[in-house]
Structures are given as C-alpha cells and as structure tokens.
C-alpha cells in the first residue's frame, strides 16, 4: 500500500473584531476506513494527537484520541458517518478537557 506524506501547516485566517479564546493543534497520525464485506460491516479508526494553548501559546491541555468506530454495511456512506461519528467524539473529548481550565482567563 501506498503512504503520503502531508504537510501540515498552521492556517491563520485573522478577522476584525475576533480575538481566539483558544489555539487548537491537532495531528492526525490515522484516519483509516476499512469497507465491509458480504454481511461483515466496515469500520473506521482516528489516532491523533491535540493540544490547546490559549493566546499567549500557554498549554492548557493535550491528550491522545484513538477511537474505533463500527461503520454498520458497507456502503461509503456507512464509512463517512462513523467518521463523523469519531470526529465528534474526538471535538468532544477536547472540550471535556477544556472543561477543567474553563475557571482560567484566556
């Protein structure tokens, strides 16, 4: 099989009047999707790591997510709504742990 490299870059997209309470990093080191077959259902997996830092590049929190989601049939369909399934799993994961800094200023 076949592996790419991706670049990652900081993308910065600045708007008036909008100051960020928070900086997300995030590295996505899997985002795999295996399709069912016959009558065994696919499934989908994300590994990656996060951390937020507020303005100031202050860490606030980090962590790992690594999550199997089941991707029931075997349709593309099937595979883009468990990664779905993940992705809000892995945004909610981050704001628990936003959770316990929730009381510090940015």
Same mark, same amino acid.
């Given at each position: ?24 990093? %995030?590295?996505?080191? +899997? &985002?795999?999707? *295996? ?7 696919g499934s989908v997996l994300l590994? #990656? ?10 860490? %606030?929190?980090?962590? +790992? &997510?690594?999550? *199997?989601e089941p991707a029931p049939g ?7 709504? #468990? ?24």
């Open positions: 099989s076949a592996c790419a490299a991706i670049e990652v870059a900081r993308i910065s997209a600045p708007m008036p009047n909008f100051g960020p309470a928070y900086h997300v990093t %995030l590295r996505v080191e +899997r &985002f795999e999707s *295996t399709r069912g077959e016959g009558d065994q259902n590994d #990656a790591v996060w951390a937020v830092s507020n303005p100031k590049g202050e860490p %606030l929190a980090s962590g +790992r &997510f690594t999550q *199997t075997n349709s593309f369909d099937a595979l883009a709504a #468990a990664h779905s399934r993940n992705l809000t799993k892995l945004s909610g994961a981050i704001a628990s742990a936003l959770n316990g800094t929730a009381g510090e200023k940015p």
